[in-house]
């Protein structure tokens, strides 16, 4: 797994969305993956929460 995004895609936070066991994670994180979240999770309570931090480290990051 190699998560190289370029160009523009720099700007796109990547959250992982997995059933996969702790080990795979943290290969995806090593990957590039900015998140994980885990199956199962709340849309409202787990989901939307990371991809809101998500989106502003990213603003606050580009100065925004």
Known sequence: ?????????????????????????????????DDFISKPFSIERDLLVRIDVLLNKQAFAQGA
Request: hydrophobic residues 50%.
């Open 1 to 33: 797994l190699l998560i190289v995004p370029f160009g523009i895609l720099k700007a796109i936070p990547i959250l992982l969305c997995t059933g996969k066991p702790q080990s795979k994670i943290i290969e995806g994180i090593r990957a590039g993956a």
